[in-house]
């Protein structure tokens, strides 16, 4: 790592010791720095790293409520604002019992360099709480989603921070968190994106991550000289982003013969049916175990980890951050992966990353490779703000064209820094230079 780098990344671990997520997301920014900083020393004298590390804002808020049988909770509420240099703060709401300040801080951090390479004027930011909606009824989920809006609407709006959805936070939490702003601010702006389309949503924001993964890794394998036709491909997890990682590769001719949830994974041989999945956990909200009673040849297993031992050309991580580990890449590896495209944020340790690369097997980053969600959110944000709508053609062709364009910044840059085909440096290096450009013309503020 480059000596300015190192400082401050030593700097940020004794400033903030227990917060071991934002130690890693932060060192392997820092890392694919160094030919940047080498090259342009003006960022050290501007304190620029320094400034880029600290967020803007961070919020600490209670998040009390009352459950349909009069019990009340208290939980913790976040909003870390990080950088607005290039646009309003932007990025999801986690609620998740392992949210906390260190997990929204990592998140938001990486938002930055997201939100950048989609090319759209929007700066970083995340938030959440260790709410778990897990088993809870329509009625509490949405007594806890208005509790929480309660504080965080004054310190949103449609130019300042506009939130979104992330684990444990879709469709049914943004309706409730949107109807109670609307309530409170009296203002029917774009404060949320990811809105049901009957009230200023667009359409594809619910397929956005996940195609847009699968548009940026067909991307990445057009330069490799392969597809996804044919091809056996793992998915962890079932959430929003892991169904449409499913639906795209399979139109694309991919095989997908494993999905899990944070209980355990299924396996199928002929391929996961897709509509027993929705209908599984989007509509019943029910445990991926569910599948093997409908699909008799299947077999589920419980436990997460084992999924990464079953056979694939591909592997798209689509659950949670640090869910592939050295040993896990070596035996993904073994088993002969050609490509991990993440979908989820920050899936493989930096020990695993470095292990594919050393391997031959192609990383694509997440913070890449699923921007497709906010790149779509973005579209909401313009379409809201210009009062038209787009069809889903429409929009799915401006999603494509998105990701195939941050695919190629990601390779040249990665290329022009002297690391072809590491789309981890590529990434975080075209990221980084808009964000910094735009820094260094405001001055020290
Ligand atoms: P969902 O809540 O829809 O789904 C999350 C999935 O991951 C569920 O299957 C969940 O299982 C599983 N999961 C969650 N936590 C764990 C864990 N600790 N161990 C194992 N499995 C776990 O979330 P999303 O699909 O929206 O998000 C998934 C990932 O994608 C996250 O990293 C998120 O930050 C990232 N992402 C999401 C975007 C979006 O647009 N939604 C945009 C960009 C990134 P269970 O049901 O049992 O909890």
């Excluded at 040849?297 to 436990?303: C, E, H, L, P, R």
Aim: proline fraction near 3%; glycine fraction near 10%.
């Amino acid at each position: 790592m480059n000596d300015y780098a190192k400082r401050v990344y030593d700097y940020l671990v004794e400033k903030n010791p227990k917060e071991v997520e934002f130690h890693q997301a932060a060192r392997e920014v820092l890392e694919s720095l160094s030919p940047v900083l080498d090259k342009y020393p003006q960022y050290e004298k501007a304190a620029l790293l320094e400034r880029l590390t600290e967020p803007e804002r961070a919020i600490l808020f209670s998040v009390p409520w009352t459950d349909s049988t009069g019990k009340v909770h208290v939980n913790k509420g976040y909003r870390v604002q990080f950088n607005s240099a290039i646009g309003p703060f932007k990025g999801g709401l986690r609620f998740h019992p392992s949210v906390n300040l260190s997990v929204v801080k990592f998140l938001g951090f990486e938002q930055i360099f997201k939100n950048s390479l989609t090319g759209l004027p929007i700066g970083g930011g995340k938030g959440g709480s260790d709410f778990d909606p897990k088993g809870k009824t329509d009625f509490d989920i949405m007594a806890f989603c208005q509790s929480f809006m309660r504080e965080l609407y004054r310190h949103i709006g449609k130019d300042t921070d506009v939130p979104a959805g992330d684990i444990g936070v879709g469709g049914r939490e943004i309706g409730y968190l949107f109807g109670y702003y609307k309530k409170i601010a009296n203002e029917h702006a774009c404060i949320l994106t990811g809105r049901g389309i009957s009230y200023g949503g667009s359409l594809v924001r619910t397929e956005a991550t996940g195609y847009g993964l699968v548009y940026f890794a067909e991307e990445y394998l057009k330069t490799a000289g392969l597809s996804f036709k044919g091809k056996r491909v793992v998915v962890s997890g079932s959430g929003n982003v892991a169904v449409y990682a499913h639906e795209k590769a399979t139109q694309l001719g991919a095989t997908v013969v494993a999905m899990s949830d944070s209980d355990g994974y299924v396996y199928d041989e002929k391929g996961i049916d897709l509509d027993i999945i929705k209908k599984i956990k989007e509509q019943k909200r029910e445990r991926i175990s569910e599948y093997v009673k409908l699909r008799k040849n299947a077999v589920y297993t419980a436990g997460c980890a084992g999924i990464w031992d079953i056979k694939c050309d591909y592997a798209l991580p689509c659950a949670t951050q640090n869910e592939i580990n050295a040993e896990q890449a070596k035996k993904l590896t073994a088993n002969g992966v050609k490509m991990v495209a993440e979908g989820a944020n920050m899936p493989c340790t930096i020990e695993a990353a470095e292990y594919f690369m050393s391997k031959g097997v192609a990383v694509l980053p997440a913070k890449a490779a699923n921007a497709g969600g906010v790149a779509v959110s973005a579209l909401e944000m313009a379409q809201s703000g210009q009062r038209i709508f787009w069809s889903f053609e429409e929009a799915d062709k401006k999603l494509k064209d998105i990701m195939i364009n941050i695919f190629r910044k990601a390779d040249a840059a990665a290329k022009e820094y002297g690391t072809p085909g590491n789309y981890i440096a590529g990434a975080n290096i075209a990221g980084f230079l808009k964000v910094a450009d735009a820094m260094m013309s405001f001055g020290i503020v």
